[in-house]
């Protein structure tokens, strides 16, 4: 692991983690060393949150197995939701936003996979990286033969296509049609999320910590994709991992090893879990309903 641009700042409170390629590896496992960093952190008292690209469906196993208690950021951040999925907050995409979305992935030769409610929609179930997505999921797609009315409440819109570079132009064409409409971001190679302008996980970020009463200063932060370089930007402290790509590497204040190399393990341990100092706050906060973080004094 190495240092990057500043020092650790004087507190962290929190801890906010990207789930696939952060806290997971690239065969979707948490290992049992993650299991044991989350397990460290609600030890000293600190907060462990995850956001991700992924439905709050999608989420579900690991508040399961990581006994998660704080609010899910799923979409990027266009819904937060209670750990049992119930929504806090919301940014759907406009209806005419995402049947363009839709028909521009289609005349790009892209398939699109629609996120409406808890459903994950498809019209191809044997179409590319389908049977991935739903391992990793946890759950299968509902195919159709059009999206129809799940258009008028999507909460995001995959193009995937395992030609990198078609994918890519599809990305710019999306990015120049829709301007300020709705939020295009790449979080894996194979695949671009088109999402209400406001689902980023930088206002995600400023949402969770209005939700959890811990300045956002005192937030760390933790992912691999360009869609994380938004929180980066909003929290205390920002680790990349490093199996990211430069750029996102070059924003984070400080970088780790990579998700198959126990990077999240040893970040929490040498980054987080140092930095954690007892809450300064007085007492009838809304920090109140989380233990103190007390393993650094």
Same mark, same amino acid.
């Given at each position: 692991?190495?240092?990057?641009?500043?020092? %650790?700042?004087?507190?962290?409170?929190?801890?906010?983690?990207?789930?696939?390629?952060?806290?997971?590896?690239?065969? *979707? /496992?948490?290992?049992?060393?993650?299991?044991?960093?989350?397990? #460290?952190?609600? &030890?000293?008292?600190?907060?462990? #949150?995850?956001?991700?690209? !992924?439905?709050?469906?999608?989420?579900?196993?690991?508040?399961?197995?990581?006994?998660?208690?704080?609010? @899910? +950021?799923?979409?990027?951040?266009?819904?937060?939701?209670?750990?049992?999925?119930? +929504?806090?907050?919301?940014?759907?995409?406009?209806?005419?936003?995402?049947?363009?979305?839709?028909?521009? @992935?289609?005349?790009?030769?892209?398939?699109?996979?629609?996120?409406?409610? $808890?459903?994950?929609?498809?019209?191809?179930?044997?179409?590319? @990286?389908?049977?991935? &997505?739903?391992?990793?999921? $946890?759950?299968?797609?509902?195919?159709?033969? #059009? %999206?129809?009315?799940?258009?008028?409440?999507?909460? *995001?819109?995959?193009?995937?296509?395992?030609?990198?570079?078609?994918?890519?132009?599809?990305?710019? *064409?999306?990015?120049? /049609?829709?301007?300020?409409?709705?939020?295009?971001? !790449?979080?894996?190679?194979?695949?671009?999320?088109?999402?209400?302008?406001?689902?980023?996980?930088?206002?995600?970020?400023? #949402?969770?910590?209005?939700?959890?009463?811990?300045?956002? =200063?005192?937030?760390?932060?933790?992912?691999?994709?360009?869609?994380?370089?938004?929180?980066?930007? $909003?929290?205390?402290?920002?680790?990349?991992?490093?199996?990211?790509?430069?750029?996102?590497? !070059?924003?984070?204040?400080?970088?780790? =090893?990579?998700? &198959? *190399? =126990?990077?999240?393990?040893?970040? +929490?341990?040498?980054?987080?879990?140092?930095?954690?100092?007892?809450?300064?706050?007085?007492?009838?906060?809304?920090?109140?309903?989380?233990?103190?973080?007390?393993?650094?004094?």
């Amino acid at each position: 692991m190495t240092r990057a641009r500043r020092a %650790f700042p004087a507190n962290i409170s929190a801890l906010v983690s990207d789930v696939d390629g952060t806290l997971l590896t690239d065969g *979707k /496992l948490l290992s049992r060393a993650a299991r044991s960093a989350v397990a #460290a952190l609600g &030890e000293c008292g600190i907060p462990f #949150a995850i956001t991700s690209s !992924r439905p709050p469906r999608g989420l579900r196993m690991l508040v399961e197995t990581l006994g998660i208690t704080t609010p @899910l +950021v799923a979409f990027n951040g266009g819904v937060l939701a209670t750990p049992d999925l119930a +929504v806090i907050e919301q940014h759907l995409l406009p209806p005419a936003v995402a049947r363009r979305a839709v028909e521009t @992935l289609v005349e790009s030769g892209v398939q699109a996979w629609v996120y409406a409610g $808890q459903d994950w929609l498809v019209l191809d179930p044997v179409g590319p @990286l389908v049977a991935r &997505e739903a391992r990793a999921l $946890q759950f299968p797609p509902v195919v159709v033969e #059009a %999206f129809g009315s799940a258009l008028d409440a999507a909460g *995001k819109i995959v193009g995937v296509s395992e030609d990198a570079v078609l994918l890519a132009r599809c990305e710019r *064409k999306a990015r120049a /049609l829709f301007g300020g409409d709705a939020a295009v971001a !790449r979080s894996q190679p194979h695949s671009m999320e088109i999402t209400h302008p406001l689902a980023n996980k930088g206002t995600a970020l400023v #949402a969770l910590s209005r939700l959890l009463a811990i300045p956002s =200063e005192e937030i760390a932060v933790i992912g691999d994709g360009g869609n994380d370089v938004a929180m980066f930007g $909003q929290a205390g402290l920002s680790i990349a991992m490093g199996n990211a790509a430069p750029s996102v590497r !070059r924003a984070a204040d400080l970088v780790t =090893e990579s998700n &198959e *190399k =126990e990077g999240f393990a040893k970040a +929490v341990a040498s980054f987080v879990i140092a930095a954690a100092r007892p809450p300064r706050r007085p007492a009838g906060s809304g920090r109140d309903r989380f233990p103190p973080a007390a393993c650094h004094e």
